[in-house]
């Protein structure tokens, strides 16, 4: 049986590298509106209010004492604080758990935190605030407005938030803040350009059929940009059409593992799978496949293989003739008068 070419994807698609979470996506409170006002009790009792704090820069972060991400978190404030101590800056953690209350005061203990731990029973400040993830942190200026949302706890998370503190403190320019944050950042957008210029020039050579150009340009891309999950696809085509079927095997599950949802990577595993026999496995992952494309003739085809090789053919038959029906159903004109697509 021949073996149908390489089918490749033309549409670009863009990494967003992401260092800090988008303060959108923190909280609802608009920057620079006044911070909401809250009244709550405290882990060891008396009530605390945001206004108690007027005239200081507040650093607020809401958490979850049994999230790792909010230890974490925490365990980096403490060392913020201590840099910060001296220079007005006040700490407050938010709680929302309220069917462990008898244990906070033992979880807090545990965490060794000397700043005010206090209780958001009734989810008050969750709500006015629009608390998204645990945990969040937010910066509250001096006036009482709110500056700066935090979410999460990425590996950025204590540059980010000593940055701006820093900034808000009037130590440092929001240009050298911005340095400070995103140190990487113009070397990593250099990265990116690189590697969709690499994939560029490999597509061109894999459609001119220079497949061997074409792999040394798609390894480029790779190297320059990794977690670009198009690169080890047509990597891992290009190795299935050279008969390198480990190879393509490899490549087609590392752009799985960067995006899941690959319907490319997917059929192309499938693909790989039938060379080496495994015509079950080849089955349930070309049929997974199916339900996300949108284009399956591919997918169609391969699943025709598997079943044909597989003994089954009944059902190699029922994929064949959907495989044409959607060819035909793609290309309305006959081929004198040219293609619809």
Known sequence: MKKSPVILTTCCLFLNFIFLCNIAFAVSVTIGEPAPEFTLPSVEGPTVSLHDFKGSVVVLIY???????????????????????????????????SEKKDALPTEINELNIDFPVLLDLERDVYGSYGIRVYPTTLIIDREGKFIYGLPGHALTYKIALKGHLKFILGEITEKEMEELVHPHQKQIDEATLLAHRKYHLALKFTEARLFDQAIGFVKQSIAAGPDMAKSHILLGYLFLDAKETDNAIDQFNTALHIDPSSKDAGTGLGAALIEINNFDRAIDVLTKALFLNPIPERTLYELGRAYELKGDKENAAVMYKKSIGKIVDHHLLPSSAGHCR
């Open 63 to 97: 958490f979850r004492a049994d999230q790792k991400r909010s230890t974490m978190a925490l365990e980096e404030i403490k060392t913020i604080q201590a840099e910060f101590r001296e220079k007005d800056v006040q700490f407050i953690g938010i709680r929302a758990d």
